[in-house]
């Protein structure tokens, strides 16, 4: 298989993760115009990349999904989490959703780092967004 195959089948994967957490939660992913931006010491727009956001208990919830855990992925969605808490608000929460925690029979073990609030299961993330009462 090409490496241009490779990469477009995990584009569909992720897609696909996305629609069916849309579906289950109805919450629509953020378009970038959607989405809160500082100016940042280069005087540039940069906006704070995420694929859903919602409330919950007056808590902002930004959630990032992603097929399978890799911790650069983790270090990415840090980074984002830590410019919005430090330019915007810090009352909110960062989630990183993961489709798998298996890959090739091992169990990943995600290790927080500053930003990331937790690593969860997209079907636990599900649970939680459907049963928010400030919805």
Known sequence: MTHSKT??????NGKSLEDK?????GLKKMLNKEKPFFINSLGKKQIIDFDFKTTIDGVDIFI????TFRSDRLKQKAYNA?????NIS?????????GNLI???????PILIEGIDNVILVDVLVKMVNSRTDA
């Open 103 to 109: 890959e090739n029979g091992k169990t990943k073990n």
């Open 90 to 98: 810090t009352d909110c929460k960062f989630y990183m959703g993961v």
């Open 21 to 25: 957490f849309e579906l289950l939660t």
């Open 82 to 86: 830590i410019m919005y808490k430090t």
């Open 64 to 67: 990032d999904l992603t097929t």
């Open 7 to 12: 990469n477009q089948e995990k584009c569909l």
